[in-house]
């Protein structure tokens, strides 16, 4: 009972924190005069990844006394953040638009963007199971791969934010849908909004590190593996920000900051943090379960970009990511 006390506490203060966050975003990037692309896709997506961020940062660095474990954690945290978005989060918002808006809804994200994220993550997640292919003692091989990998990101922010300007002037302009919460107290200045945001960022990785907390517990009590726990289990609690922010904008009728968020969290999980994965980890694929999981987020992907390409994107299509999930799960039952 106390177990689940925890993890429910944990989901409302995500939620809350959620709700501070997705309006200071929306204010400051309506201030900054920047694009939904650049809200959703940079500043919301790597803002609410911090959570799935720390996890393997810390497993690794500051883990316990098992290197082995520590390995496992880190590992599986790293590869199971893009995994849980290409396939749960999405089948989430599909539920949820489905149920808001009608399943049979085209969704319509502004194209360049979402594109652009997309191409991105399956390019740069098809160099992490390159450079995972490698002989373990070719460390100049994983120096080189994690470093294509951060100048991928960074050249994906450039074009990113190259294209704000021209998304604004067509009406594709980031624009609040209320005044900001702490207007009433503190009042409706730039470093007030941004002391909000600060705040809910603050608060959603507290509420995250709750929920993993909870989640621990529970799972040591059904005897999962290291690697299981941190490829099925902890990116539930890590990647609920990104969740519940897109829920609420895609409830909202806000498609290109729902999606961004998604998107650009893809992209930010696919390049930078398996990045610094492949300086500090042997970066070896020695386990069926991290197979699995990097061709499942890839094909995740694919289908996403296949949907929008093809003008079938909406609810009852995102299902189908969900059975991608589904999948993994069955995997590691048998």
Not at 34 to 52: C, H, L, N, Y
Not at 83 to 111: D, I, N
Not at 221 to 227: C, F, Q
């Amino acid at each position: 009972m106390e177990i689940v006390l925890i993890l429910l506490g944990a989901l409302l203060v995500i939620y809350l924190a959620a709700e501070l966050f997705t309006n200071a975003l929306e204010c400051l990037g309506e201030r900054m005069g920047v694009s939904e692309g650049v809200t959703g896709s940079i500043f919301a997506a790597v803002g609410t990844a911090m959570p799935e961020t720390i996890v393997p940062m810390v497993a690794i660095l500051a883990g316990g006394a098992s290197i082995a474990v520590n390995h496992a954690v880190g590992m599986g945290a790293i590869l199971g953040a893009p995994f849980m978005l290409a396939t749960l989060s999405l089948c989430l918002l599909g539920l949820f638009v489905g149920l808001k808006r009608g399943w049979g809804v085209v969704l319509t994200p502004e194209p360049t963007g979402f594109k652009r994220d997309i191409k991105v993550f399956l390019g740069a997640y098809s160099l992490v199971i390159g450079v995972a292919l490698l002989p373990v003692e070719w460390h100049l091989g994983r120096i080189g791969g994690a470093c294509t990998l951060f100048m991928v990101y960074f050249m994906y922010l450039l074009k990113t934010i190259q294209a704000s300007k021209g998304l604004v002037e067509e009406g594709h302009g980031t624009e609040a849908d209320s005044d900001l919460y702490f207007k009433r107290w503190l009042g409706d200045t730039t470093p007030i909004a941004a002391l909000q945001l600060i705040l809910a960022l603050a608060i959603l990785i507290a509420g995250a590190k709750l929920f993993v907390h909870g989640v621990e517990i529970a799972s040591t009590l059904l005897g999962m593996a290291a690697l299981v726990l941190s490829l099925l289990i902890v990116p539930i609690a890590t990647e609920l920000p990104e969740k519940i922010n897109s829920i609420l904008w895609i409830r909202k009728g806000r498609d290109t900051l729902a999606f961004g968020n998604i998107t650009g969290a893809m992209v930010f999980q696919g390049t930078i943090i398996p990045g610094v994965g492949m300086l500090l980890l042997p970066w070896s694929f020695q386990s069926g379960y991290a197979v699995m999981a990097v061709l499942l987020a890839l094909a995740g992907s694919a289908w996403l970009y296949f949907l929008q390409a093809s003008g079938r994107l909406n609810g009852r299509m995102l299902l189908c990511n969900g059975f991608l999930y589904a999948t993994f799960i069955a995997y590691v039952i048998v």
